[in-house]
């Protein structure tokens, strides 16, 4: 059962041991985790001529030969530990991305969005395509109510300079987000952005809900969900991150980003979805011509008859067109 207060629990430890030992049964909310991705990452500087001066040390790599069994076992945990209706996402490459496909197939975890996550940084190549881009594999325990906040971010009525729906544009699943670059600054050899680990936990979860990181590696997931007031627990079997990131973890205030994020509001308008009736038809075109004939251009008119009939942008222009057609 989920504790009834906030906590902050942390194990220096592989994360299937570790839960089999300190998670219960239908105890998380939401699982957001990067395991590692079985490419050498413990050697990628050599590869790279990356300066890892200030990258911390002891990275734990896994054998790709050992890959699909040691992501069938993390999986098999996190669906035993997420309540029914709760969340996973799966940070993951593309080299050995069928492992973790074929573990959660063998799951009872359903499948709700694959993204796209593409950043501002990829490796120069002459024989083949950049990489630039990470998958989210975004799956939820079926038999529980599952949390999705649409408008954590954005209203339904939040438009940008050309009049798009900004909200429309946050829940596409491809998402453009760049890398952190922390130039003297200890840090892990990869950690995910602030803004993918906001993003989702504003979208997947609730405040007071419970969060977890099976490879907590710089406590990124950990200290973000502090941050938007959840509760947080994760592993990390390498010792000097684990010491290193708990420790400033504990300096972090509960909900302490509240005042710094995008936050929507359900702004539907109050007759979203009702059906047309002949009087209100011919009132909208009406109204319309009225409009266009006074100077209005069309998307201005249809964010006013929006407002004037309750009613969203794309009920009114589907309308519209079809009156239009019809006369």
Same mark, same amino acid.
């Given at each position: 059962?989920?504790?009834?207060?906030?906590?902050?629990?942390?194990?220096?430890?592989?994360?299937?041991?570790?839960?089999?030992?300190?998670?219960?049964? =239908?105890?998380?909310?939401?699982?957001?985790?990067?395991?590692? !991705?079985?490419?050498? +990452?413990?050697?990628?500087? *050599?590869?790279?001529?990356?300066?890892?001066?200030?990258?911390?040390?002891?990275?734990?790599?896994?054998?790709?030969?050992?890959?699909?069994?040691?992501?069938?076992? #993390?999986?098999?945990?996190?669906?035993?530990?997420?309540?029914?209706?709760?969340? $996973?996402?799966?940070?993951? +490459?593309?080299?050995? @991305?069928?492992?973790?496909? =074929?573990?959660?197939?063998?799951?009872? $975890?359903?499948?709700? =969005?694959?993204?796209?996550?593409?950043?501002? !940084?990829?490796?120069?190549?002459?024989?083949?395509?950049?990489?630039?881009?990470?998958?989210?594999?975004?799956?939820?325990?079926?038999?529980?109510? *599952?949390?999705?906040?649409?408008?954590?971010?954005?209203?339904?009525?939040?438009?940008?300079?050309?009049?798009?729906?900004?909200?429309?544009?946050?829940?596409?699943?491809? #998402?453009?987000?760049?890398?952190?670059?922390?130039?003297?600054?200890?840090?892990?050899?990869?950690?995910?952005?602030?803004? @993918?680990?906001?993003?989702?936990?504003?979208?997947?979860?609730?405040?007071?809900?419970?969060?977890?990181?099976?490879?907590?590696?710089?406590?990124?997931?950990?200290?973000? %969900?502090?941050?938007?007031?959840?509760?947080?627990?994760?592993?990390?079997?390498?010792?000097?991150?684990?010491?290193?990131?708990?420790?400033?973890?504990?300096?972090?205030?509960?909900?302490?980003?509240?005042?710094?994020?995008?936050?929507?509001?359900?702004?539907?308008?109050?007759?979203?979805?009702?059906? #047309?009736?002949?009087?209100?038809?011919?009132?909208?075109?009406?109204?319309?011509?009225?409009?266009?004939?006074?100077?209005?251009? *069309?998307?201005?008119?249809?964010?006013? $008859?929006?407002?004037?009939?309750?009613?969203?942008?794309?009920?009114? =222009?589907?309308?519209?067109?079809?009156?239009?057609? %019809?006369?």
């Amino acid at each position: 059962m989920k504790k009834a207060a906030m906590y902050y629990e942390f194990y220096n430890q592989d994360c299937i041991q570790g839960a089999k030992e300190h998670l219960e049964d =239908n105890s998380i909310d939401l699982i957001i985790t990067d395991p590692p !991705f079985a490419i050498e +990452g413990d050697k990628l500087h *050599k590869h790279y001529n990356r300066k890892e001066s200030f990258v911390i040390e002891g990275y734990v790599e896994i054998l790709k030969d050992e890959y699909a069994e040691f992501s069938q076992l #993390w999986i098999t945990e996190a669906e035993r530990v997420l309540r029914p209706g709760g969340a $996973l996402a799966v940070v993951s +490459g593309y080299s050995n @991305l069928i492992d973790i496909l =074929n573990a959660l197939r063998g799951t009872t $975890l359903k499948e709700i =969005n694959h993204i796209i996550w593409k950043y501002n !940084f990829g490796v120069s190549t002459k024989t083949k395509f950049v990489s630039s881009h990470y998958h989210i594999l975004y799956y939820c325990k079926p038999g529980g109510e *599952k949390t999705f906040n649409n408008f954590a971010r954005f209203g339904s009525r939040e438009r940008n300079g050309e009049n798009r729906s900004l909200l429309y544009q946050d829940l596409e699943d491809v #998402w453009i987000i760049n890398r952190e670059y922390k130039p003297g600054e200890i840090k892990n050899k990869n950690e995910l952005p602030s803004a @993918l680990l906001i993003k989702l936990v504003q979208y997947l979860s609730r405040p007071g809900d419970v969060v977890c990181d099976f490879f907590l590696g710089g406590f990124s997931t950990a200290k973000i %969900a502090k941050s938007l007031g959840r509760s947080a627990v994760g592993f990390e079997i390498n010792k000097i991150s684990f010491d290193h990131h708990h420790e400033e973890i504990e300096k972090i205030k509960v909900n302490e980003l509240a005042g710094d994020v995008r936050v929507g509001k359900d702004d539907t308008p109050p007759r979203s979805g009702a059906v #047309w009736n002949q009087d209100e038809s011919d009132q909208l075109l009406s109204r319309y011509l009225q409009m266009r004939q006074s100077g209005i251009n *069309k998307q201005k008119a249809i964010n006013l $008859l929006s407002d004037e009939f309750q009613r969203g942008h794309w009920s009114i =222009n589907h309308k519209l067109g079809t009156l239009e057609m %019809a006369n």
